[in-house]
């Protein structure tokens, strides 16, 4: 029994001191803590402007997404670094770590400490203004637009001339204006305007090409070669407070033409507005001459103002036919001449809104309003 216990007690004795020798030992070896995401690599990735990162692992192909400035553990590797702008909004280059870069996407070995800026600006389009002609568009050349923004041109003709034809984008406006608005752009453009001489207008070659004699006259083309069209106002028309015009061209066309007019609406109704026609004539006295407007001039127009003849303290400027104050024999000696004369309804439609009136013509001649 001694024995056993003997070898017992030097057993603890032996034990005991093992665990003396191995525990300094153990104490002086650094505690390292389980690292998951790779060996403690960070990347911090700034976002300057509207837009978002993703960083790939090229071998895990494991993904962050950076939508606003952050820092994630990537661990060691490479990963690849792609900027995607929002709407409106284009990348443009990095900066930190990869400053001097515009490469997108790009490859990125990561280091301890990561910091790499993705800048993203708002998107420019370019809106190209030019004229041509005796007249000025302002701003002109290549103007910067921003995204979602506005930009108002103006034009501005030299003295005795007006704007003739507006350009937008390869197709022509088909209202007289003096100014263009490009809003919300989102695209590039191009604007031209013509000037012309007052009275006339270039016609430029191509398909559907609108011209403006003034502010008051127009003319559209199905397709046309190209020349100079003229336009003469004849005042004081009394149909509609409208002015009517002798109208011709230098050049052939193909198709018909549509001829646009303003009149003005004051001392008129919306049902005599909707009642108004656009007439054409082979002459103003015509025009005039069917005072009854039932588009042939005839005895009963003779009669009409041969009557009103008998009564000058009833005067009618429709009856007026040679516009001089009064209704006399010269009117009824006028209308005389036209006899048999058959003018034609050319009207296609009517925005009593904006006081136009068009139809489309085959010819030229004398155009007004009853």
Known sequence: MRTLIQISRASIFAFTLLLVCVLPIALNIPLVKADVGGTGKFLTINIVGNGYVTATKVESGETWNFFQNGTQKVGAGTVLLSAYAFEGWEFSHWGGDLTGISKNPIEYKTVKYGYVVAVFVKKTFTITAYAVGNGVIEPSGDVLVEYGASQTFEFMPHEGHHVSAILVDGAYLGSFAQSYAFEYVTADHTIGVFFSA?????????????????????????????????????????????????????????????????????????????????????????????????????????????????????????????????????????????????????????????????????????????
Request: charged share 20%; no cysteine; net charge negative.
């Open 198 to 370: 007052d009275g006339t207008a270039t016609v430029p070659a191509g398909s559907d090409v609108t011209v403006f004699l003034d502010s008051g006259a127009g003319l559209t083309f199905g397709y046309t070669d190209g020349g100079t069209a003229t336009g003469e106002k004849i005042k004081n028309y009394p149909f509609g407070g409208a002015t009517a015009w002798n109208i011709s061209v230098t050049f052939t066309f193909t198709g018909e033409v549509m001829v646009t007019l303003h009149y003005n609406d004051t001392g008129l109704d919306l049902i005599d507005e909707q009642n108004l026609r656009l007439i054409r004539g082979v002459s103003i006295e015509a025009l005039r001459s069917d005072v009854n407007n039932d588009l042939v001039v005839d005895g009963t127009d003779v009669s009409i103002v041969a009557n009103a003849v008998k009564q000058p303290q009833w005067y009618d400027p429709v009856l007026d036919i040679n516009n001089d104050g009064a209704v006399t024999e010269a009117d009824i000696h006028i209308v005389n001449e036209n006899k048999g004369t058959i003018l034609k309804d050319i009207t296609d439609g009517i925005n009593t809104d904006l006081n136009i009136i068009w139809g489309t013509t085959d010819h030229f001649s004398f155009f007004g309003i009853h």
